[in-house]
Every structure is written in structure tokens, then in C-alpha cells.
């Protein structure tokens, strides 16, 4: 990295016609070194929850030894060249879960996951929750970036009315803002393209799709303007922008073919244009266009819901015809097992795909990952159970995030969650006094 007295605002962004491309970070935006000696500002701290439901095969989950792993277990074997960034954790409960009456375990489980606060369930459709710990870090983060959080999701979450027992939005997102309003999932790739990048100067349906109908890129309405930026850029940071646009090029080139496969294959499919119909395909869309968020610092917050609590998904690509939930169910049946691993594994590929992703992205004197911090993890750790205790939780991150990867740890049986949102916030600079039932913050996170 090479820094210059050169300076380019992080916020600067290429516009035309509606049309707003914001940039990567890039050596020109790195502040200079001033006369007194003083450094660059510190790098930016990114987060992000991944949400999985309907519990775990957790004999595939942790390993058998605690200390250090020499190889991930099978759920999480995707990342196993990335080890040293993964730390898994043993002994965490959400006793919030149990408190919680009038809904069944899954609405619990999303339901209380990032509060660790018992919901009251009011009716149907009204329920009080609390504030979730990605927001309380949005709304402190927010103030440099434009878009405080983004909330994504694989599945529709239409669904209104109850959903196990109480108001389907405790099912639909695991995010709340308020303790009444919940942040809503998107799942259509061409919609979260549209809110980073626009589409076209109106909102009228008929302008989108006048553009669509041109086959015109969102680059070709900056066409000029990125002539004239690149000519401001030394060579690394030109190689960096091309390689960003490229992957900007592509990105839309697969959400049109996925609205092309939609219109010409499954006309009659109720869900929203730009879906692809492949589960692996529409997960590493959405996970791309988040790395894009994160690299152009539209945002640092993030939640995505693999698939939603109740997920009846059949998963026949990865050999599993059975619709998620009902296997879960598994009676300790070791073949209904292994097949529930199965799907724990295919999600947590997905996800595994982001993390490469981030990893092979300079940023700074490092790369993306290294300044992002994720926890992958559910509400549920014995499906067959419905246990709300002892979870699946594992934290995920680059060398500056935080932690000390490499391990598994065991916590105390029936350790609040809550010590570890607290402790995360506090890695992100956003710490509190308390949080839902937490007794205090974890320390073996870096020990």
C-alpha cells in the first residue's frame, strides 16, 4: 500500500442519470501522512450474522476436543484452509428462548437470538421484542455510511399472520430496530443491486424496465465519468477499480440471466423477479453483492438468513429430497442425521463462499477479512430437542477483528449468549453497559 498525498474522499461515488456507483476503498483514499508523524485513520470494522434455523446435527458441529483444531469439523469443512480465522464456541444458552411463552420454539429461537430478552407475543400479529445488537452497532456506525444495515435473506418472507405461534415477523428477520419494528429481509438480488447501485432516474416500474429492455449496464450510464476518475489513479489502484467493475459487470449480468431463466422458465412462479431458481446460485449472488456493500462502505452491518425457522426446503442437489424442518425432527435416527448434516453443511458453503471471497480482496496492507468480524449460528442446537442451550456458534474474522481463530472453546454450561453480543459490540467500538441477560463480557475470545 502505498500512501500518497493525493486524497480521495471514501464517500466519492460516480453518478449519471440516477445511476450512483460507489467506489472501494483505494490506495488515493487513504489519508497522507501528516507533518507531525500521525498515521492513517484506522481501518473500518465490519459485522455480520448468519442466521441458519431449525436447529443443528450437532454431532457433526463441534469438535471432539477442546483447544486447539488441527481440522474443522464436517459442517464447517469449507473453511478448513481458513482455520486460523475460525473460533468455535461451547456452552452459550439463550435462556430468553425459554422464558419467552405463547409462540413455539423457532419463533422463540429467531426471535430472541440478537435480543437475549424475552418478547411478549400480544396476538397474531403484535408483538413487543427489544432492539437487537446488530442495530445497536448500525446506529453508531451508521453515521459513516449510507446505508446503516442491510438485512438479506434466501427464502420469501411474505408471510403474514401467525407463524409458530405468534406474529410471523419473529420468524421472517432476525433484526429489529425498535422493539416493534422489525427490520424486513430482502431476498431478491435485483432489489438489493437497485438500493446500492439505482437503476434508473424513477421509481416508475415502466423506467426499470425500459432499461432492462435497452440491455444496458449501470456502468454504461458512468461511461465518462470513469474515464475521468481512472486518469487520477496510479497503476495499482487502476488495477483495483477494473477488477471492482468487472465484478459490478457480473454481477448484474447474473441477476439479468436469473430474470431471463424466471420469465422464460417459470411464468407462473409467484416470487419476485431476478430470483435465481438454484439455491447455491442465489446464495452467492446475495453474499457477492454483500462483499460489494462492505468494500464500498455502504455499510458495516449486516444480517442473512440462510433460510428462515420452520424452513420446509427440500435440498435434493446435496442428495436430500426431505423438507428441512420435518427431518429435524430426527429421533436420533442416525440416517435422518447424516442428511441434516448434509443441509447444515450446504448452508454453511454458502457462506464459506463470502469469506473467500473477502479474503481474496486487497483492502489497506491486507485484505477485506481482515477487518470483518462474522457470527455464523442459530437459536437451536439439538433440533430433535429444540434445546436452547449449549449453541452452535462460531465466530469468523480476519487477523485485525478481534479474535484468536484456530480454536474451540468451552464456556461454563448455560453462559449467557448475551457476553457475547457484549463482547462483540465492544470489539466494534460500540460497547454498553448491559445488554438482555448478560453477566458480563467473554475474555477467552482472544486468549
Not at 485485525?400 to 459490540?425: C, D, F, M, S, W
Request: hydrophobic share 40%; proline share 5%.
Amino acid at each position: 500500500m502505498f500512501i500518497t498525498k493525493t486524497h480521495i474522499s471514501r464517500r466519492a461515488v460516480l453518478r449519471g442519470l440516477g445511476v450512483s456507483i460507489s467506489l472501494p476503498l483505494l490506495d488515493a483514499m487513504v489519508p497522507a501522512l501528516t507533518a507531525q508523524g500521525k498515521t492513517a485513520a484506522a481501518p473500518v470494522k465490519r459485522f455480520g450474522v448468519f442466521y441458519v434455523p431449525n436447529g443443528m446435527a450437532m454431532g457433526y458441529w463441534f469438535p471432539k476436543t477442546v483447544g486447539p483444531v488441527a481440522e474443522l469439523p464436517p459442517t464447517l469443512q469449507s473453511l478448513q484452509k481458513f482455520k486460523e480465522n475460525v473460533l468455535l464456541i461451547g456452552g452459550l444458552a439463550d435462556e430468553a428462548a425459554n422464558l419467552t411463552t405463547r409462540a413455539g420454539d423457532h419463533a422463540r429461537s429467531a426471535g430472541t437470538f440478537l435480543t437475549c430478552v424475552p418478547f411478549k407475543a400480544i396476538s397474531d400479529s403484535n408483538v413487543i421484542v427489544s432492539v437487537t445488537m446488530d442495530q445497536i452497532a448500525a446506529k453508531q456506525l451508521a453515521k459513516e455510511t449510507q446505508i446503516a444495515s442491510l438485512e438479506l435473506a434466501l427464502e420469501s418472507t411474505v408471510m403474514l399472520g401467525a407463524c409458530d405461534g405468534a406474529s410471523c415477523a419473529l420468524t421472517n428477520t432476525i433484526s429489529w430496530s425498535t422493539e416493534t419494528t422489525p427490520n424486513p429481509c430482502e431476498n431478491d438480488p435485483r432489489a438489493v443491486f437497485e438500493r446500492l447501485f439505482g437503476a434508473s432516474g424513477s421509481t416508475d416500474p415502466a423506467a426499470r424496465l425500459a432499461r432492462l429492455e435497452r440491455d444496458q449496464s449501470v456502468l454504461d450510464f458512468v461511461t465518462a465519468e470513469v474515464a475521468r476518475f481512472n486518469r487520477r489513479l496510479g497503476p495499482a489502484d487502476r488495477a483495483k477499480f477494473s477488477e471492482y467493475l468487472d465484478s459490478v459487470r457480473d454481477i448484474e449480468r447474473r441477476i439479468q440471466k436469473a430474470e431471463e431463466q424466471n420469465a422464460n422458465e417459470l411464468p407462473l412462479v409467484d416470487q419476485p423477479m431476478g430470483i435465481p431458481t438454484d439455491y447455491a446460485e442465489h446464495a452467492k449472488l446475495m453474499m457477492d453483492l454483500l462483499a460489494m456493500a462492505y468494500q464500498t462502505d455502504l455499510t458495516r452491518i449486516s444480517t442473512f438468513m440462510l433460510a428462515r425457522e420452520v424452513s420446509s426446503r427440500a435440498y435434493p442437489e446435496v442428495g436430500v429430497s426431505d423438507s428441512h424442518h420435518p427431518l429435524s425432527h430426527h429421533q436420533d435416527e442416525q440416517a435422518k442425521l447424516e442428511r441434516l448434516h448434509k443441509i447444515n453443511e450446504y448452508h454453511f458453503r454458502q457462506f464459506a463462499h463470502l469469506v473467500q471471497k473477502l479474503a481474496s480482496t486487497p483492502e489497506g496492507d491486507g485484505t477485506m477479512l481482515d477487518n470483518t468480524l462474522f457470527l455464523y449460528g442459530t437459536g437451536i442446537s439439538d433440533s430433535n430437542t429444540h434445546f436452547h442451550d449449549d449453541l452452535p456458534i462460531a465466530l469468523i474474522g480476519g487477523k485485525k477483528a478481534g479474535i484468536k481463530g484456530g480454536r474451540y472453546i468451552r464456556n461454563e454450561k448455560g453462559t449467557p449468549l448475551a457476553n457475547l453480543h457484549r463482547t462483540v459490540l465492544e470489539m466494534l467500538g460500540t460497547p454498553v453497559e448491559t445488554f438482555g441477560d448478560s453477566t458480563g463480557t467473554l475474555k477467552t475470545l482472544t486468549m
